[in-house]
């Protein structure tokens, strides 16, 4: 019988284009037959000189094996095992046919040359804004809009992006980057790491464990990313945050940034940004798509719970909107009911109805949307987790644990929506876990979904903001900017959620809650939230393009 999991000895294809699928395909002897992508607009397209198909182009799944090299492996598996096909007979992920102690050596080894050419290349760049971030991969306008914002302070000061993936590379070949960049090393690409493998263990040395304790956030760092990525080998958390802090620190020290940008304030490699400009007083920034689709968000004080509007919303409340604030919110509130537009693209599949035709018709809807725990501030739970984003529960399946067995004795159909990439436990167990009146579901359009509901929960998920648009009431368990705002139900105790539930299904949205949502749109607009550039029939928000010159931040 062939050996499929020796992929030098059969014909293979690999299931990902992303940063997994490049680093992976760098490392290879023998190419695959193909690249498979559930991205339609991929399809036909390259990647490493072989073809990318989307699965409906392949009728005979049986003729190679798959290696998965992408983050979202769950979605996969389930996917591949729907056609039949067997884990680690037809398929595998990539992590287990590597050899991590050769791997790191070589990771290691770019860390030092990617230093070295940095040096080189960027002599001239002291007293500089640096940006860093992975949004070039996802695109959403990204790469015209830092064009633009170069061009705006070019004359100014210079900014130079560090990017955390080869995307920015393709981009450039594609004459779409303008601006001057520095891609990283394949160790500090975002999503990236090695994961569990039966060739070889990774060893933590005493030098570097007593490197990692000896600062909190370094600990904090290293149990997010053990968190976030199940799959990761057992040491490389640790060994990770030893060199990719010791990496940033002479980064740092050799070019002196005069302001450092972060997409995104909670990935780990991020959070050690943060503490490391802030040890050294560079002014640091954050920046992430608004929950208000559109929008970017630009904070200096942090994100989420984090940010001015919740941990200032008495100052927030105050700023004063005018007649035609309010006109311009409500215009705004329309188009977007209208347009259904989502900081995301939303996938279409039976399981929405699926779930329909399986509820007790005569019992409210309870939806309860999850976050992805690891990059918006809730993991690891600490005391600062718990004051400024989720005050009681460590995570989006305890929360769902909980909601369902109230939902199971006050007679309400409950409905969970993971977020995809948060699924930690994985699917089934999950589910063996919720109670028989509890229905996970995976992926819908979510916009559907909010509509179904009577009453959509969250703890910090900004499908808050899509039930607001969409004129169905909320429920906070967490704090976000819409904390203290008037639009939404809040609960930020374990024995207030039942009867403030019980209230919500009662109420409804409210006239009260229209009104207070449409003023605070009206105040992100005028005083908070920046417009992406994005190509719609009206414009909203502020324009970010001059910030990185120094402009104000905030209200």
């Known amino acids: 019988m062939q050996n499929k999991k020796n992929i030098n000895e059969t014909e293979f294809a690999i299931w990902g284009t992303g940063d997994r699928s490049s680093s992976f395909s760098k490392e290879l002897s023998k190419m695959p037959v193909c690249y498979i992508d559930n991205d339609i607009t991929k399809k036909g397209t390259t990647f490493f000189n072989r073809k990318v198909c989307h699965p409906s182009e392949i009728e005979d799944w049986g003729k190679f094996y798959i290696v998965i090299a992408n983050s979202f492996y769950e979605e996969i598996r389930l996917q591949l095992q729907e056609k039949g096909l067997k884990e680690e007979v037809d398929f595998i992920y990539y992590g287990k046919i590597q050899n991590n102690k050769i791997k790191l050596k070589r990771l290691i080894d770019e860390l030092q040359a990617s230093m070295s050419r940095f040096k080189e290349e960027y ?4 007293q ?154 560079i002014d640091l920034i954050y920046m992430e798509y608004g929950g208000l689709p559109g929008t970017y968000l630009i904070e200096r004080t942090g994100q989420m719970g984090e940010s001015a509007p919740a941990v200032h919303w008495k100052e927030f409340q105050k700023l004063e909107v005018d007649e035609g604030d309010i006109e311009k919110a409500n215009e705004i509130y329309t188009f977007l009911k209208t347009s259904g537009i989502n900081r995301k693209e939303q996938p279409e599949n039976s399981e929405l109805e ?26 690891p739970y600490t005391d600062k987790a718990k004051k400024y984003h989720s005050p009681i529960f460590s995570g989006s399946n305890e929360a769902a644990y909980y909601l369902a067995e109230l939902a199971e004795q006050n007679n309400w159909n409950f409905i969970y929506k993971p977020h995809p990439l948060c699924l930690g436990e994985g699917v089934e167990e999950v589910r063996r876990k919720l109670p028989k009146n509890a229905i996970l579901i995976e992926r819908c359009n979510i916009n559907d979904l909010v509509e179904w509901a009577d009453l959509n929960i969250t703890i910090l998920s900004t499908t808050a903001y899509v039930s607001l648009i969409r004129e169905k009431p909320v429920l906070m368990l967490g704090y976000t900017q819409l904390y203290k705002k008037g639009c939404t139900y809040e609960a930020f105790a374990r024995d207030e959620i039942e009867a403030v539930i019980i209230e919500a299904v009662k109420a409804g949205y409210t006239q009260n809650q229209r009104k207070a949502f449409v003023e605070h749109v009206a105040r992100l607009v005028k005083y908070y939230a920046y417009d992406d550039l994005s190509e719609r029939p009206i414009r909203y928000g502020k324009d970010w393009r001059r910030l990185f010159a120094g402009e104000k931040i905030e209200f």
Request: proline share 3%; glycine share 4%; net charge negative.
């Open 128 to 281: 500089q804004t640096l940006i860093f971030g992975s949004m070039i991969s996802f695109d959403k306008n990204s790469c015209t809009n830092f064009n633009q914002a170069y061009q705006a302070v070019e004359a100014e000061t210079q900014f130079l992006m560090i990017s955390e993936t080869h995307a920015i590379e393709e981009r450039a070949k594609e004459g779409k980057i303008n601006f001057p960049y520095f891609c990283l090393p394949l160790m500090l690409w975002q999503n990236y790491h090695l994961t569990q493998s039966s060739y070889s263990r990774l060893e933590v040395t005493r030098e570097i464990a007593d490197y990692i304790n000896n600062e909190e956030y370094r600990i904090n760092a290293v149990q997010d990313f053990e968190g976030k990525n199940k799959d990761i080998a057992e040491g490389y958390a640790s060994l990770f945050i030893y060199y990719a802090d010791r990496y940033l620190r002479e980064l740092f020290d050799f070019i002196l940034p005069k302001r450092v940008c972060i997409w995104n304030q909670f990935y780990p490699f991020h959070c050690l940004i943060g503490a490391i400009c802030k040890e050294k007083g």
């Open 354 to 379: 699926n779930a329909k035709s399986i509820i007790k018709k005569d019992w409210p809807i309870i939806v309860y949307t999850g976050q992805n725990d690891y990059e918006s501030g809730m993991y």
């Open 123 to 126: 002599k001239t760049y002291q």
